[in-house]
């Protein structure tokens, strides 16, 4: 598995980072000695469609570590308009940057995508363990929402009704 110094073209819209990673990351693959460096570029990043999830709902691109093993992991989830998770814990905290898009977030164990609050690109969000929340993009959302998360591994996602699906259609 390989890290993630720059970020994809598409991730960043109306941004000049987007081109100087680019830059940055070409120019540095042809002098860079990788033995201690892992470079992936944005083409070269693997996404996968989240399991239990309808297409094009909810994608992961584990950048480094694992969603199950100890003990760091960083990881982009692009949530595409229209779909949202349903309420659930997780047992390690989680820190979250927007990298593009807006991201809908909301706490609680009640599912109320209208009572939620959009997160432009740059925001922060940090969920602590055990606090139930629900996020995604409303269904007027006019594009996905990437977020980069890191955390401590196992993720152990919990949901707060474990006889419902862990998405919604919004």
Not at 60 to 87: D, E, I, K
Not at 98 to 123: H, I, L, Q, R, Y
Not at 128 to 147: F, N, Q, R, S
């Amino acid at each position: 598995m390989s890290g993630n110094p720059t970020v994809q073209p598409e991730i960043i819209r109306g941004s000049a980072l987007p081109s100087v990673a680019l830059a940055l990351a070409s120019a540095a693959a042809g002098r860079l000695a990788t033995n201690g460096t892992q470079i992936t570029l944005p083409d070269e990043i693997k996404w996968s469609k989240q399991d239990g999830f309808p297409d094009n709902s909810l994608d992961n691109a584990v950048l480094a570590g694992s969603l199950t093993q100890p003990p760091l992991y960083l990881t982009l989830v692009r949530w595409h308009p229209g779909y949202m998770s349903a309420p659930h814990i997780y047992l390690t905290d989680r820190l979250s940057i927007v990298v593009s898009g807006t991201w809908w977030v909301n706490s609680g164990p009640e599912f109320d995508p209208a009572k939620c609050v959009p997160m432009p690109p740059g925001s922060f969000v940090r969920r602590l363990a055990h606090t139930p929340h629900y996020d995604g993009v409303v269904a007027a959302g006019k594009e996905p929402a990437i977020v980069a998360i890191c955390g401590f591994s196992p993720v152990g996602a919990q949901l707060v009704d474990p006889a419902r699906p862990g998405w919604r259609r919004v």
